[in-house]
Every structure is written in C-alpha cells, then in structure tokens.
C-alpha cells in the first residue's frame, strides 16, 4: 500500500527522532557533482549553470530534503547556524545543504543577496571553491570552516535560499540528466531531486559505485517507473554502517512510489 502524505509526514518524524548522529555521517556523505560540470580550467561547480527549473516538486519532497539535510528547524537552530565542513567532498557549508566549495563568487552573491549583510557575504567569499579531496586535506578544510564561524545564517534565510534558489537548479540538474521526467509526479520527481542533491548527478559513472544510479537512468528512459524505488534501496548498499543515509533511501523510494 502506498503512503499518503500524512503516514510520510509521519515517516519523516520518525526519522529525525531516530536519526540522531547519523544524520552528520549522512551529510558528510555527499559526493559533488557530475564532471559534465566541470569547466575549462578543471573547477567542478554546482547545477548553477543550467537556467533554474520551473517545475515543482511536492511539499512532501521539500521537507523531506530539509529533513535529511538539517532536521527541522530547531535542530538548525542548535547545530547548523554557523559554517561548517560535513567531510569528504564537500566544502564549507551554510544554510541547508549550500555547498561553498562548488558556487563562483557570482552564483554565491546572486544567491544570498539579500538573505545575508554584504558584510556576511563578504566574509564567506573567502572559502568559496575550496573543497575536501586531494588538494585540501582534513585539517585544512576544518580549518577554512573555522575562519568563518562569526558568520551565522539564520533558519528564514537559509530556507528561503533553499526554496528559491537552490531547489530550481536541483530539478533543473534532474531534469536535464534523466529522460521522461515530465511524466512524473511531484513526489516521485522530487525524490530523484533529493536523490541528487545528495549524490550528484552520477547516472552515467562508469564504476559499480553508481550501478543504481545508471539503472536509474536506463529505467526513466525505459519509462520503467515502477522499478526506480527498487534501484534506490538497492544503492542502501554503499553505506552499511550509516543509518541514516539508508534510512533517507528507504524514504526517497517511499516518496517516489507514492505516485505510482
């Protein structure tokens, strides 16, 4: 039986209350973005360069991704207001999931203008395209996330750039890598949204890290709907001591079926 969205809304509750640490080992799994990306000079950047998407994706599939990425606002409140570097890949990060390490000065001020003083700004435009990875190690991007803990970002702000801002380009980054998305819904689009917020637009990696990710793919060509939850639990594989980030592909599987 598939989940309304109250029982979902329930789901989500019940993540948060069990999440816990895992959530951090959850975001500190995020893997970038897809090289295709990558401009002349080598500099891997966020879906800031496709034009934003006009598509919705259901209020479900919003407070899911704030769910998985932050909790809810009060555990913003508590844990997230200041900058912060999850691990991996990732670079300092603010407000909900907003990745420093993969926005150009110009991406970053047409962003948050207005959501931050310039002053803010100002400050974080010092860690911008600094990322974890060969070049910078543990220390050093703990480091860059220490340097600017003076700047907070309060929950309003960081939501409305999540709305406003960053959400258009995740659908517009999923809606340019996979076919057929206009045939779905908005809760099983936005779980492929929230799908790639997480791990990048990886549906063509050739290694057997993104096997699901391809099978993704190849089934939204297919139009093989039905079968795209399945793929999404499958990849639960890659992480089998992390919880929170199985947890959180359970749900996405949840929410993409909900409109089948």
């Known amino acids: 039986m598939r989940d309304t969205s109250e029982s979902f809304q329930r789901k989500l509750a019940q993540f948060v209350e ?6 951090d080992r959850a975001r500190s799994a995020r893997e970038g973005f897809s090289p295709v990306f ?3 000079s080598g500099f891997e950047s966020a879906p800031i360069r496709l034009p934003p998407s006009q ?18 606002e009060q555990a913003y409140n508590r844990l997230y207001q200041r900058p912060l570097w999850p691990g991996g890949q990732s670079g300092v990060t603010i407000g909900i999931g907003y990745d420093l390490g ?8 047409a ?11 100002d400050r974080l435009k010092t860690v911008l395209g600094k990322a974890g990875g060969p070049s910078l190690n543990d220390a050093a991007m703990k480091a860059l996330a220490q340097s600017v ?43 492929l949204v929230s799908l790639v917020y997480n791990r990048g637009a990886s ?9 699901e990710m391809r099978s993704i793919a190849q089934h939204m060509q297919e139009q093989a709907f039905a079968r795209i939850p ?29 409109d089948l």
Not at 102 to 109: C, G, K, R, W
Request: charged content about 25%; proline content about 5%; cysteine-free.
């Open 18 to 23: 069990a999440a816990g640490a895992s959530l």
């Open 38 to 40: 990558k401009d002349t």
């Open 55 to 72: 598509t919705p994706i259901s209020d479900n599939a919003l407070n899911a991704i704030v769910t998985f990425e932050v909790s809810g």
């Open 102 to 109: 993969y926005a150009s000065e110009d991406e970053f001020q």
């Open 111 to 121: 962003d948050w203008n207005g959501a931050l003083d310039q002053a803010a700004l």
């Open 149 to 191: 803990q003076d700047v907070a970002t309060p929950f309003a702000a960081a939501n409305s750039v999540f709305r406003e801002r960053s959400i258009p380009l995740y659908v517009a980054l999923t809606e340019h890598s996979l076919q057929n998305t206009s045939a779905l819904g908005q809760n099983s689009l936005g779980a």
């Open 203 to 211: 549906f063509g990696r050739p290694d057997d890290r993104y096997a």
């Open 230 to 258: 399945d793929d999404l639990r499958a990849m639960k594989r890659l992480w089998p001591d992390a919880p929170g980030l199985q947890k959180r592909r359970d749900l996405e599987a949840d929410l993409f079926a909900m």
